[in-house]
């Protein structure tokens, strides 16, 4: 089936340190993919998305690139803030259906 | 006004009770999800439905019903309740035919 898998966390940074949180997927077809953002005590919220192999999905300075051929969807930030500490999860949408699939989730922690 | 409201947002009961978490959303989507997610935050669907209709029932005890009396409530219904059902249950909810999903700010449930 259809699956998505996300690096461990927690990913501990300083505020201005790049961040990368790798996301790799096993689906059939052409999936749609998602990055959401979970602050803590909120529900999820979509952060960015790619529907298409090499679309890049871009929002509030993080980036992610869609690679068919290496099934990942890495999500990437240039410089991160206290702001950004929070969960990301990636998550594909098959083709046709309207459900998404979520990794694991990746906790974020920015320290000042 | 807020897009996908769940009550209550804290739940906290005995084993063996018979609760249940209403949502609501006023964005006009047709499709409406629950998800369940574990103290790893790991994010697991569990039904969804689209216009009042199941379409969606994963691996889930036949303890939890879930009831959507008209296209905006979904409710999730949970009987006998075991140590195990303790968890945050998010709803969220869709356009059939957007991938972007809304999701409520979830509803932590312990079970003593």
């Known amino acids: 089936g259809d699956s998505v898998t996300q690096m461990e966390g927690p990913v501990t940074l300083s505020e201005e340190a790049f961040l990368t949180i790798n996301c790799t997927y096993t689906?059939?077809?052409?999936?749609?993919l998602f990055w959401y953002v979970q602050y803590p005590g909120e529900g999820l919220q979509l952060l960015l998305k790619?529907?298409?192999?090499?679309d890049k999905g871009s929002n509030k300075g993080f980036e992610a690139t869609y690679r068919k051929e290496t099934t990942s969807f890495h999500l990437e930030k240039g410089s991160v803030q206290v702001s950004d500490s929070a969960v990301y999860f990636c998550?594909?949408?098959?083709?046709?259906?309207?459900?998404?699939?979520f990794g694991k989730g990746t906790m974020l922690l920015v320290s000042p | 006004d807020t897009a996908v409201s769940q009550t209550p947002k804290y739940l906290v009961t005995q084993m063996g009770n018979d609760k249940s978490i209403k949502c609501e959303q006023n964005?006009?989507?047709?499709?409406m999800y629950w998800y369940k997610q574990d103290s790893k935050k790991f994010l697991k669907i569990m039904f969804s439905?689209?216009?009042?209709?199941?379409?969606i029932n994963e691996t889930v005890p036949n303890r939890f019903s879930p009831k959507s009396p008209d296209k905006a409530h979904l409710n999730l219904h949970i009987n006998s309740l075991e140590l195990g059902d303790s968890a945050v249950y998010f709803c969220?909810?869709?356009?059939?035919?957007?991938?972007?999903?809304?999701f409520g700010s979830g509803t932590q449930l312990s079970v003593l």
């Open positions: 439905y689209n216009n009042k209709e199941l379409i």
């Open positions: 969220a909810s869709s356009h059939a035919t957007n991938e972007k999903l809304f």
């Open positions: 998550a594909l949408r098959p083709s046709g259906y309207s459900t998404l699939t």
């Open positions: 689906a059939t077809g052409y999936p749609s």
């Open positions: 964005l006009g989507h047709d499709t």
């Open positions: 790619a529907t298409k192999a090499d």
